[in-house]
């Protein structure tokens, strides 16, 4: 029913940019708050950015000033903005609704890798 694809990463040197995309598929995509999760090796994963369906957003701290999370509603896209990256970014990015239930459906991710 529902479909995430992540897209945009890559291989970057610290203080490099990245922005992600996100397609979502689904009818309810304008009404759920989205955000952004990570995981890194060997780490369980965590939250990283959300936006509401208003357009509030939030961070975890150890990203704020540097990401920002958008969102096009009208194209059932989420982006997010990364700058100033650092090696402990590193991870595989992926999108979902927030909060997470435990039974959502999780895309294949994108790998963003933050290394000299």
């Known amino acids: 029913q529902v479909q995430l694809v992540e897209s945009g990463g890559g291989l970057v040197q610290p203080g490099g940019s990245l922005r992600l995309s996100c397609a979502a598929s689904?009818?309810?995509?304008?009404?759920?708050?989205m955000g952004w999760y990570r995981q890194a090796p060997g780490k369980q994963r965590e939250w990283v950015a959300v936006i509401t369906s208003s357009g509030r957003t939030r961070y975890v701290d150890s990203v704020k000033g540097r990401f920002t999370i958008s969102r096009d509603n009208a194209e059932n896209m989420v982006y997010l903005q990364m700058n100033s990256l650092k090696p402990e970014d590193t991870a595989v990015y992926y999108c979902n609704t927030v909060p997470l239930l435990g039974n959502e459906i999780w895309g294949q991710g994108t790998q963003v890798t933050v290394s000299s």
């Open positions: 689904g009818s309810i995509f304008s009404i759920r708050a």
